[in-house]
């Protein structure tokens, strides 16, 4: 299940909204990660948007090189650490992820960055369930 299709990106403007007004947020360096249980149905476990400031990336070519870098490693990893911790709690979440990095890193910092953010994002989703379960 390695490949990333449409319906698994976060396009529906009026959920942006929802996932930056009502979502919780944390940064995972070099990312800032804003998240959203989801209740409405969807096809995925997750729909995901990436984004790269204009302001700090001026060439286009490096936003395009960040956000190809995060899809890929985002498309090898997600269905061994987010879906199957996803399906196991029969969630489903929209997510946010942006680069706040000062460079361009190398593939393999933010392959070791996405790992660590999907732990995180478990952690932080494991904690908002026993809240609500409380």
């Given amino acids: 299940m390695y490949t990333f299709k449409k319906e698994e990106r976060l396009c529906n403007k009026r959920l942006i909204d929802k996932l930056f007004h009502n979502g919780?947020?944390?940064?995972?360096?070099?990312?800032?990660?804003?998240?959203?249980?989801?209740?409405?149905?969807?096809?995925?476990?997750?729909?995901?948007?990436?984004?790269?400031?204009?302001?700090?990336?001026?060439?286009?070519?490096?936003?395009?090189?960040?956000?190809?870098?995060?899809?890929?490693?985002?498309?090898?990893?997600?269905?061994?650490?987010?879906?199957?911790?996803?399906?196991?709690?029969?969630?489903?979440i929209i997510v946010s992820v942006g680069y706040v990095g000062k460079e361009v890193e190398p593939y393999l910092f933010i392959e070791k960055k996405m790992l660590k953010l999907f732990a995180q994002l478990g952690n932080e989703l494991n904690a908002a369930v026993s809240v609500t379960a409380s």
Wanted: net charge positive.
């Fill in 24 to 92: 919780s947020s944390f940064l995972c360096y070099p990312f800032r990660v804003s998240w959203l249980v989801n209740p409405e149905p969807q096809l995925h476990p997750a729909q995901i948007l990436f984004s790269v400031p204009k302001k700090r990336y001026k060439h286009a070519v490096d936003r395009n090189l960040l956000k190809r870098l995060m899809r890929e490693a985002y498309r090898l990893h997600k269905q061994q650490h987010l879906y199957s911790m996803l399906q196991q709690a029969d969630k489903r």
